[in-house]
Each structure stands twice: as structure tokens, then as C-alpha cells.
């Protein structure tokens, strides 16, 4: 894929440097010519020195071209309206801007602009972090899976991870076990201090707590 970014920051350069060795054909803008030093060495894609909303350093990096923008400025206003003349003057298939305040995420979503709110993200994450109990997900697929960590419950010491499976509603993933993180086989036995990361259809929790004995 032509991939242009705008905004040479960490969350620029890390993006470039990741999208450039995945193969994809990568160009930075940023205002500050300084700023391109945080690529390296490592990266093989252009640079253009420029503002990202204008239209003609756009062009300058092929946009009619290109398949993704991002714009990742530290600046919301400069982030949204580089997106809005990607999005709806180049019709660039796909945008995706970053924002601090959330509170305007909405408003570009329905313009046809997805954006990332850092901000948002970090407040649930953390919420997540400091309010975990034993059996919140920790991570959403979609509404219908969710990736839920499990310790061993004592009554479960020993026992196969067949014990622990449902075909096409409950299925154990990976073991958690001495410092270490493996995947499991249905014969692998559950030891005192096991964490069990377990996929589970969100209809299905019931079914995996019985499982549980709780």
C-alpha cells in the first residue's frame, strides 16, 4: 500500500517505521525538518518538509495515489482538517486521524473520518487496569468473543484443559505459567498459580463460570 503521514512525532516516526518494514511505500510530512530524525537510518520511505493540510504538499506526495493517510499531528484542528481534504477532496479510500479530545470524535466519524483518541483509549485502559477482577475481559473481539484471564481455581488443580472447553462457545488459548506464555494442547493439565487465557462467545460466560465452579 501508498501510505502518506502527517506528523513526524513518536507516534509518526513509530508508525512509519512499522508500516515501512511490513513492505508497504511510506511518506512523512511534517512542518519541521528536524523532526524526520527520530526515522533513523532504518527508514527507507520519502520525507516532505510542509504543512499536511496543504493541498499542494498533498499532491507533492502523491496522494491522488495513495491508498491510507493518517494524520498525526499534535494538533487536533491540523489532524481533522488534513483528514476532511483527504477524505472527501482526494477521496482517499482511507483516513484515519488522531484526536486528543474525544469529545469531537463523533462529529468527524460521521464525516467519513475514523479517528484514534488516545485520551479516550488511555482512560479505559487504565480503568480496566485498576478496577480488573477475575473475570473481566480483557479484550473485545467484535460484541460476540471475548478474551477473558482466568486463574486456576483450586478445584480445577490438575485437571485437563478439556475440561475447560465448549466446542464453538468456550476454548482456552494460551497458559500463563512461571513466567512464561505457551498454547495449550486439550491433554495440557492445569498446576496451582496457572492464568488461562480463554475465548468465550459473551452469551456464553454462564456456561464458562459452571465450568469454573463458581
Same mark, same amino acid.
Given at each position: 500500500m501508498r501510505i502518506i503521514i502527517v506528523g513526524c512525532g513518536r507516534m509518526g516516526a513509530g508508525l512509519a517505521l512499522t508500516l515501512t518494514q511490513r513492505g508497504h511505500d511510506v511518506?512523512? &510530512?511534517?512542518?519541521?525538518?528536524?523532526?524526520?530524525?527520530? *526515522?533513523?537510518?532504518?527508514?527507507s520511505g520519502r520525507i516532505i518538509t510542509g504543512h499536511g493540510f496543504d493541498r499542494e504538499v498533498l499532491r507533492h506526495a502523491g &496522494? =491522488?495515489? =495513495?491508498?491510507? *493517510?493518517?494524520?498525526?499531528?499534535?494538533?487536533?484542528? =491540523?489532524?481533522?482538517?488534513?483528514?476532511?481534504?483527504? /477524505?472527501?477532496?482526494? /477521496?482517499v479510500p482511507r483516513v484515519v486521524a488522531r484526536l486528543y479530545d474525544p469529545r469531537k470524535a463523533e462529529i468527524y466519524r460521521r464525516l467519513g473520518v475514523l479517528t484514534i483518541s488516545t485520551t479516550e483509549w488511555g482512560v479505559h485502559r487504565i480503568t480496566e487496569l485498576l478496577s480488573y477482577s477475575w473475570f473481566e475481559p480483557i479484550?473485545?473481539? @467484535? %460484541?460476540?468473543?471475548? &478474551? +477473558?484471564? +482466568?486463574?486456576?481455581?483450586?478445584?480445577?488443580?490438575?485437571r %485437563? *484443559?478439556? %475440561? *475447560?472447553? +465448549?466446542?464453538?462457545?468456550?476454548?482456552?488459548?494460551?497458559?500463563? /505459567?512461571? @513466567? /512464561?506464555?505457551?498454547l495449550p494442547t486439550p491433554e495440557t493439565r492445569l498446576q496451582a498459580g496457572d492464568l488461562v487465557h480463554i475465548a468465550v462467545l459473551t452469551t456464553s460466560t454462564g456456561r464458562l463460570k459452571a465450568l469454573l465452579g463458581v
Open positions: 511518506t512523512v &510530512i511534517d512542518r519541521d525538518p528536524t523532526a524526520f530524525a527520530a *526515522l533513523g537510518e532504518r527508514f &496522494i =491522488t495515489r =495513495t491508498d491510507g *493517510l493518517a494524520a498525526v499531528t499534535s494538533s487536533d484542528e =491540523t489532524n481533522v482538517v488534513t483528514a476532511r481534504a483527504a /477524505r472527501q477532496f482526494f /477521496r479484550v473485545s473481539l @467484535g %460484541s460476540s468473543v471475548d &478474551i +477473558v484471564d +482466568v486463574e486456576a481455581p483450586p478445584a480445577l488443580v490438575g %485437563s *484443559l478439556a %475440561s *475447560l472447553t +465448549v466446542p464453538g462457545e468456550v476454548h482456552p488459548v494460551a497458559v500463563s /505459567r512461571g @513466567g /512464561r506464555c505457551f
